[in-house]
């Protein structure tokens, strides 16, 4: 189920014998991330509840005394190399490198001054699938360039500048819920996080008996951008109309149901549909937050169920392969709670389930899933594990 991930001395075994027998200064890991419950609300300046998974990269460096840049992918098997005299650019042919680029121009453009490097990495969050291992590469890298250059900012400045890197260098828009999970999880919490101010709350996810599955589709639909897209405009378009009526409505964040029904008419069918969601994913994860309190998980599933809901049928942004997923989940005993998670149209469900059921419903969803779309999904489990760490320094 989860391919063999590198250990501390396999990455320095492997530095070594692509510098030069040299042994790494820094070895930093980040995690991957599984979004709970509160899609599409960050960007709405909403809530969202991810937690950290069991899955990371592992960055090994050393520094150097002149200012080139040696980075070697031990995955993909290959280096790319450049000097930092001069303007970091965009590598279309490495693409992998741009996350690790864009962290480096990013804090260069903050005015550090950053010695060259030795870098080698290797993780195993399955990649483009939704897990955010984009986001744990530029966690890791810039846990060990801080280490290696001896600059102090916390977690969640490095989380921001991470988020920029990918904002700005390789060009996808996203939140800043993956870095910041990333950096911030915690081992056995999720992470409650208001995406307007930043401020964040370790909720315990006292699991119990239950366990967070994750299946992957093995399906990215071609839409994905330009639906993610099209969603954060009709997001703005609808708070330039809201805001119309009432000023304080920045975000949709601001509004209420009822000022949302009030406004009915001038947003049309579409957009309406898309602000309930929005409005009610906020609400759902503030009450799943109270039903962890409660130690209710009953009640944490149905909210799951809720938001797959309407994120399916209002935000539209499911698709058949994952509905087939989440229907099939919801009709399996021990089964709590399921729902798509990530941006959409593809990409992977979560599902609250009672331990003692996963191999079974393990073996049932893949034999289901394959004939119905010829597809093997992939299943993860995950407990919530901790943030990113420094792991060695000399
Ligand atoms: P996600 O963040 O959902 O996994 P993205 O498309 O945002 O998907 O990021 C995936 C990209 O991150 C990969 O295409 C690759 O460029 C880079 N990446 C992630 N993990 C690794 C890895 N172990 N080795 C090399 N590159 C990686
Ligand atoms: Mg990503």
């Known amino acids: 189920m989860k391919e063999q991930p590198m250990n501390l001395q396999t990455i320095s075994s492997a530095f070594s014998l692509l510098f030069e027998g040299k042994e790494p200064e820094v070895i930093t890991r980040a995690p991957g991330r599984v979004n709970l419950i509160g899609e599409h609300t960050d960007y709405n300046d909403g809530f969202v509840f991810p937690m950290a998974i069991d899955f990371q990269i592992i960055t090994a460096a050393r520094k150097r005394q002149d200012r080139l840049v040696r980075i070697h992918s031990l995955d993909y098997q290959k280096t790319v190399e450049f000097s930092l005299e001069e303007p970091i650019s965009y590598d279309y042919k490495q693409r992998w490198s741009n996350y690790l680029r864009g962290v480096l121009a990013i804090l260069m453009e903050k005015g550090e001054y950053l010695t060259g490097l030795e870098l080698a990495f290797s993780g195993d969050i399955p990649q483009g699938s939704g897990l955010s291992s984009s986001a744990a590469l530029?966690?890791?890298?810039?846990?060990?360039?801080?280490?290696?250059?001896?600059?102090?900012?916390?977690?969640?400045?490095?989380?921001?500048?991470?988020?920029?890197?990918?904002?700005?260098?390789?060009?996808?828009?996203?939140?800043?819920?993956?870095?910041?999970?990333?950096?911030?999880g915690r081992r056995a919490h999720g992470l409650f996080l208001d995406c307007r101010s930043l401020q964040y709350r370790h909720i315990p996810l006292e699991l119990g008996e239950y366990r967070f599955l994750i299946c992957h589709s093995g399906v990215k639909h071609s839409l994905v951008d330009s639906e993610y897209n099209k969603r954060r405009r009709e997001c703005e378009t609808a708070v330039a109309i809201l805001s119309q009526k009432k000023p304080k409505i920045k975000a949709l964040r601001d509004a209420t149901l009822s000022e949302l029904n009030a406004s009915r008419n001038e947003l049309g069918q579409t957009i309406y549909r898309r602000c309930y969601h929005v409005i009610t994913e906020n609400q759902r994860v503030l009450e799943s937050i109270e039903s962890l309190k409660e130690k209710d998980l009953v009640a944490f599933g149905k909210l799951m169920n809720g938001s797959h809901q309407s994120l399916?049928?209002?935000?539209?942004?499911?698709?058949?392969?994952?509905?087939?997923?989440?229907?099939?989940?919801?009709?399996?005993?021990?089964?709590?709670?399921?729902?798509?998670?990530?941006?959409?149209?593809?990409?992977?469900?979560?599902?609250?389930?009672?331990?003692?059921?996963?191999?079974?419903?393990?073996?049932?969803?893949?034999?289901?899933?394959?004939?119905?779309?010829?597809?093997?999904?992939?299943?993860?489990?995950?407990?919530?594990?901790?943030?990113?760490?420094?792991?060695?320094?000399?």
């Open 312 to 394: 399916r049928d209002d935000y539209q942004v499911s698709c058949p392969e994952i509905d087939l997923l989440v229907d099939f989940a919801r009709n399996f005993s021990g089964v709590l709670g399921s729902r798509i998670t990530g941006g959409g149209f593809g990409g992977c469900t979560v599902t609250l389930i009672q331990n003692s059921f996963i191999p079974n419903f393990s073996q049932r969803i893949t034999a289901y899933y394959q004939e119905k779309t010829g597809i093997v999904p992939h299943l993860y489990i995950s407990r919530p594990a901790a943030g990113a760490e420094l792991i060695k320094i000399h």
């Open 138 to 184: 530029e966690v890791s890298t810039a846990l060990a360039l801080q280490a290696l250059n001896n600059f102090t900012m916390s977690g969640p400045e490095l989380a921001y500048l991470c988020q920029r890197a990918e904002n700005t260098f390789v060009g996808m828009n996203c939140g800043i819920m993956d870095q910041f999970i990333s950096m911030m």
